[in-house]
């Protein structure tokens, strides 16, 4: 637990977490500190900054009374209302210190985010959590751009690249505004080559955080989408696996019926990181059809790899 020592002393063991995978080195790293109390949010920014992570989280006693636990997520930059991999890997490190009491097949708990507070379901079997899924904001559809030509040259791709059928991409809200990008092929997903400067002043201007592609083309028979995230603005770059934006992605897709619909729920899975080495899994579920798409879900593994003290002045 987080106390105040004597300078230069611990201040407390730090979790590190592969998030979207079972495998360690694999998914999306996240540091958690589970006991933050009575950091200041000035701390907060500068270990986040410090762990150079995409994401860092902090465990803090909730101050809405439904709420089980308070979650702020730091990129190395500011700090997110809601991001994926950190919601899934935090409470996945809460049930694995005994932080929640479990009963299979569900238990649900409730986290309090910078949006909100919603629901996570850990799904048990023999006292141990197997999955962790997180319930989004109810998505927004946003902007969407209608001449590909600055994107794809952002890209490093052609306008051919950004051609897939009647779909264009468009900024959606499940939390954080992120901009979707259809990709007619594999191979081109593979060959972008990013402008940094150009990307981010065309998602500056429809108001996104991060440019998701994805293509339907995809390397595992198991995976129905294959995607990768650019973070332009966080200093952070490519991301391995972006849970918010997969949830995003899933309403975009169902609100264009873009995928084959199930109703009430349309459920599939996607694959990301393999670009980087990282190759993670996640796994989304959408209520609702086009034009009425009513609630989000992203669901993973995670894996402990790391465990550590942090000093502070």
């Known amino acids: 637990m987080i106390t105040r020592r004597a300078k230069h002393a611990p201040l407390q063991v730090l979790p590190t977490e592969d998030v979207f995978t079972t495998e360690p080195l694999g998914g999306n790293p996240l540091a958690v500190f589970v006991d933050a109390e009575g950091l200041t949010d000035a701390e907060m920014q ?51 210190l005994g932080r929640y009491s479990l009963a299979a097949p569900t238990t649900r708990v409730w986290g309090q985010l910078g949006v909100g507070t919603l629901p996570v379901d ?60 259809p990709v007619a092929a594999l191979a081109a997903v593979r060959r972008v080559s990013v402008d940094s400067a150009a ?7 429809v108001n996104a955080q991060l440019a998701f592609l994805f ?40 609100q264009h019926a873009a995928i084959p619909l199930d109703q009430p729920t349309t459920r599939f899975a996607t694959e990301q990181g393999l670009e980087m080495g990282r190759p993670s899994t996640l796994y989304v579920e959408v209520d609702g059809a086009p034009g009425q798409v009513e609630g989000v879900r992203v669901s993973g593994t995670a894996v402990t790899v790391i465990e550590g003290e942090l000093r502070l002045p």
Request: charged fraction near 15%.
């Open 46 to 96: 500068r270990i986040a900054r410090e762990m150079s992570l995409s994401e860092t989280t902090f465990v803090l006693p909730p101050t809405d009374p439904q709420a089980d636990v308070r979650v702020r997520i730091f990129t190395p930059g500011y700090e997110m209302p809601l991001a994926g991999h950190p919601v899934v890997g935090t409470h996945w490190l809460l049930a694995e």
């Open 122 to 181: 850990l799904s048990v079997e023999d006292g141990r959590v197997t999955r962790v899924t997180m319930t989004q904001a109810k998505p927004q559809f946003l902007a969407a751009v209608d001449d590909v030509g600055p994107l794809a040259s952002a890209l490093g791709l052609t306008p051919d690249d950004l051609t897939v059928g009647h779909l264009k991409p468009q900024v959606v809200s499940t939390g954080v505004p992120q901009l979707m990008v």
């Open 199 to 205: 990307l981010l002043r065309l998602l500056e201007s």
């Open 215 to 254: 293509t339907f083309e995809t390397e595992s028979p198991a995976a129905h989408v294959h995607t990768r995230s650019f973070f332009i603005n966080q200093g952070i770059g490519e991301d391995p696996a972006t849970g918010s934006a997969t949830g995003g992605l899933g309403a975009y897709l169902v």
